[in-house]
């Protein structure tokens, strides 16, 4: 591998964790730009009872102090089988998509400087990623050995890129338990597409989202100190399979 590549390739996961960091609502530091659509998708102040009663009676976060309803959203997530978390700018086209199942994932990143996106799998410490030329070359991989992997899974060196290997439910629990602003003491409950929430807010205007029913899940983050960016988290439980890609190649060439 060349030096220049893994450096490279470094910078790029830390650019990615940094994401992933933000997806779980820890950070508010994304520059997205732009005025963000702070109503659009706003939870519902009412909903028809019926579609309510299905849901079950709540589940007593609404007694607990905003701490302590913080601290259970990041417990659940912690201890969930899985999860689909996407992370949208404001004015931006999906910046993430990723399906996480313990210390594995698997998605796409975008690049929204560049209009390029690329895969990303990882599996423990191994992380591969596949993207077409536009890709590659925003992410800084050299004319050789981005001709030769264009539109094939390469296999990022381990050590270099640790950011990459940094989605997972831990991850996103312990950003989800820390905060950049301080929490509004008051929790409040509404209705988020019809689903009973509890609403934690940050004295900065982020809000987090847990299910009022059930398990204490995070549903959703508005990250509106940075421009309204959304964060949604579904698909609790799920079995992704995630797997290794398969027709890895090589990126072992001079650059």
Not at 132 to 147: S, T
Not at 215 to 223: H, K, S, Y
């Given at each position: 591998?060349?030096?220049?590549?893994?450096?490279?390739?470094?910078?790029?996961?830390?650019?990615?964790?940094?994401?992933?960091?933000?997806?779980?609502?820890?950070?508010?530091?994304?520059?997205?730009?732009?005025?963000?659509?702070?109503?659009?998708?706003?939870?519902?102040?009412?909903?028809?009872?019926?579609?309510?009663?299905?849901?079950?009676?709540?589940?007593?976060?609404?007694?607990?102090?905003?701490?302590?309803?913080?601290?259970?959203?990041?417990?659940?997530?912690?201890?969930?089988?899985?999860?689909?978390?996407?992370?949208?700018?404001?004015?931006?086209?999906?910046?993430l998509?990723?399906?996480?199942?313990?210390?594995?994932?698997?998605?796409?990143?975008?690049?929204?400087?560049?209009?390029?996106?690329?895969?990303?799998?990882?599996?423990?410490?191994?992380?591969?990623?596949?993207?077409?030329?536009?890709?590659?070359?925003?992410l800084?991989?050299?004319?050789?050995?981005?001709?030769?992997?264009?539109?094939?899974?390469?296999?990022?060196?381990?050590?270099?890129?640790?950011?990459?290997?940094g989605?997972?439910?831990?991850?996103?629990?312990?950003?989800?338990?820390?905060?950049?602003?301080?929490?509004?003491?008051?929790?409040?409950?509404?209705?988020?597409?019809?689903?009973?929430?509890?609403?934690?807010t940050?004295?900065?205007?982020?809000?987090?989202?847990?299910?009022?029913?059930?398990?204490?899940?995070?549903?959703?983050?508005?990250?509106?100190?940075?421009?309204s960016?959304?964060?949604?988290?579904?698909?609790?439980?799920?079995?992704?399979?995630?797997?290794?890609?398969?027709?890895?190649?090589?990126?072992?060439?001079?650059?």
């Amino acid at each position: 591998m060349p030096t220049d590549t893994s450096r490279r390739l470094a910078r790029l996961g830390a650019t990615v964790l940094l994401v992933a960091l933000a997806a779980a609502g820890c950070t508010h530091h994304s520059k997205g730009g732009g005025a963000g659509s702070e109503g659009a998708g706003a939870p519902t102040a009412a909903k028809p009872a019926g579609a309510e009663a299905k849901q079950g009676p709540p589940n007593g976060l609404e007694r607990k102090t905003a701490a302590e309803v913080q601290r259970a959203a990041a417990a659940t997530l912690k201890n969930a089988k899985s999860v689909h978390v996407t992370f949208t700018g404001p004015r931006q086209p999906l910046l993430l998509d990723l399906r996480i199942q313990g210390n594995a994932s698997s998605g796409t990143v975008a690049i929204a400087s560049a209009g390029a996106s690329f895969q990303v799998t990882s599996i423990g410490r191994d992380t591969w990623i596949k993207g077409d030329d536009r890709a590659l070359r925003a992410l800084g991989i050299p004319g050789a050995a981005r001709q030769r992997v264009a539109g094939h899974w390469f296999k990022a060196p381990g050590q270099q890129v640790a950011g990459l290997g940094g989605f997972s439910l831990d991850s996103l629990a312990s950003g989800v338990g820390r905060n950049e602003s301080p929490l509004q003491k008051k929790v409040e409950q509404t209705l988020l597409d019809g689903r009973k929430v509890i609403v934690l807010t940050q004295k900065n205007g982020a809000k987090l989202y847990i299910s009022n029913t059930g398990p204490a899940f995070p549903l959703r983050t508005d990250l509106k100190a940075s421009g309204s960016g959304r964060v949604v988290f579904s698909e609790y439980g799920v079995d992704f399979h995630i797997t290794a890609p398969v027709d890895v190649v090589d990126l072992n060439v001079a650059g």
